[in-house]
């Protein structure tokens, strides 16, 4: 009897080269969560101008609840990521969208102010599907343009959600309340169709755990370990990460408004026209990655990138307030650095530091420890402008935060970088020492 076609695509990749499983995985990937996205930000395209509930906007509550959700998903990942097993990932990622889709339908159904709950039921279970995505793609000798390509289809799929949303209410006639789940309905049977393909992905090869360590599910004792073992530059680069998440789930949210003060309100490609750049410039940089095979020099040089990121934030918000660069020239240029800083976090910063360390465990626990921290910062943000500086528009918050997350982002990135090249040399002489004896 013929072979299945479950078991011809797995044995396919496995015995095919390199470059046509990272094409297969690659796409996979990317495809799947640019239909995982449209879950939760397709929203952000809607405005909802005049509602505001407890002397605070309407979205504003929207934002902070979806985030709260989002936010709490982090820290539960922590464990649940970091202990899930390989053969739970795609059920865990159909259950926890099915709950996000079911919550968009609810939130179109329930009548406001009642409905900014579903909101909370949105963002908690998406939180974790991150993490049950990248589980396919760490630990390979190719893990660098895997996880680019995981990585700026959040970058894309921003723009295109968004313009999915502006195209449904300005084209289609969808009411604002009823456009998220009605973008959920489109991008659901794309989504499933990924998932089946990503999920006949095999595990990491002999090869692969030579070169970039095993990776294995992580109990309360490891997780407890490594945090002491790193603590000052998990400090570091996590208060570096709570800063460009901030920043990140800022211009996500409120993208729509700040495109609307600078003239730009009534053109939905507008979103995906200034994303497009963005995630082919990352993803060939971070990409580029692959080709260093040494795991400590990576480490550095993905420091290096992130800190460069960091710094054109703060020069192009600059250019554009002199004047030199228009609207959609820095709007590019702030993704580009926010996205040179952002997309390591998210896969290969971690895979390396793992890699370099020879540290058996998974990529899955640090990156929610990270998280979990950058989404408490996210709704702070959100908080300080509705009750403390109402007032203020939100493109002057994008410009002030920008110049603040640019200068004080680039001394954390910095400040790690010189823990890691010391701790490496220390951990490389005790090493040698074993060795020996």
Known sequence: MALSTEHFITRWLRNSNGFWFTVFTSLAAFSLYTCVY?????FAAATF?????????????????????YGLSKFIGIKVISELKAHARSMGILIMVSIAGVSWLLFALVPPPYNI?????????????????FGYLEGRRMTEVLGAALSVSFIFSSGLCRSTGAYLIRDWHVTETWMPFVACCIFSIPLLIFLYLLDKVPPPSTLDEQLRTKRQPMDRAERKKFITTFL??????????????????????????VW????????????????????????????????IKNNQLALMLNHVIIGIGM????????LFELEFINAPTWMIAIGLGLYMGYVPFNSIFFDR????????????????????????????????KEFGFRELSWLNVF???????????????AGSMVYFHFRHKQWKANTSVTSRQ
């Open 38 to 42: 449209a879950f939760r930000k397709t």
């Open 49 to 69: 101008d005049g509602q505001s509930y407890g002397g605070v906007d309407y979205k504003s509550w929207l934002v902070i609840f979806q985030i709260m959700g």
């Open 117 to 133: 709950i579903f909101l909370f039921t949105n963002g908690l279970p998406l939180g974790m599907v991150w993490g049950m995505v």
């Open 232 to 257: 000052p530059g998990i400090i570091l680069f996590v208060l570096c990460y709570v800063l460009l998440t901030i920043y990140r789930d800022f211009r996500d949210n409120f993208s729509a408004e």
């Open 260 to 291: 609307d003060t600078l003239g730009y309100g009534n053109s939905p490609e507008i979103f995906t026209a200034t994303e497009v750049p963005v995630s082919i410039a990352v993803l060939i940089i971070m990409g580029s990655l692959m080709l």
């Open 311 to 318: 710094m054109l934030i703060g020069v192009s918000t600059l």
């Open 353 to 384: 530091l793992i890699a370099a360390f020879q540290y058996v465990g998974t990529v899955g626990f640090i990156m929610y420890v990270a998280d979990s921290s950058g989404y408490l910062g996210s709704v702070s943000i959100v908080l300080f």
């Open 399 to 413: 410009i002030s935060s920008g110049y603040i997350i640019s200068i004080a982002g680039t001394i954390l990135i």
